[in-house]
């Protein structure tokens, strides 16, 4: 099992840049891909992006391509999300989660692992 603390959430005006950071714990942190995923109030969560346990393959959500960028450190064991340009209808939870698997999914149902979510609100 991996846990999962995710930071670095706020308020930011539209147009803005945040780059919340998602420390990980656990033995197996770097045989895992890791994901992104963000629910706003009163819809379902959403994948956002994600990466390979390597670090060479990335995936986005088109919502958030071009914008978003997904990196990770597998030496401190932390996943980072640096937003751009951020719109209004980025505000959300964000949550960092760790894959069953190596590879990158979208889909909630490919990861085992959840932070507790990180606010992020982005003003007009």
């Known amino acids: 099992q991996v846990q999962l603390v995710e930071s670095g959430g706020g308020l930011v005006q539209a147009g803005g840049s945040l780059s919340p950071p998602c420390a990980a714990s656990?033995?197996?942190?770097?045989?895992?891909?890791l994901g992104w995923f963000r629910q706003a109030p009163g819809k379902e969560r959403e994948f956002v992006a994600a990466?390979?346990?390597?670090?060479?393959?990335?995936v986005y959500a088109d919502s958030v391509k071009g914008r978003f960028t997904i990196s990770r450190d597998n030496a401190r064991n932390t996943v980072y999300l640096q937003m751009n340009s951020l719109k209004p209808e980025d505000t959300a939870v964000y949550f960092c989660a760790c894959g069953r698997q190596p590879i990158a999914v979208v889909t909630t149902s490919g990861y085992d692992d959840w932070g507790q979510g990180t606010q992020v609100t982005v003003s007009s």
């Open positions: 656990g033995r197996t942190f770097t045989r895992r891909a």
């Open positions: 990466i390979s346990n390597g670090g060479g393959t990335t």
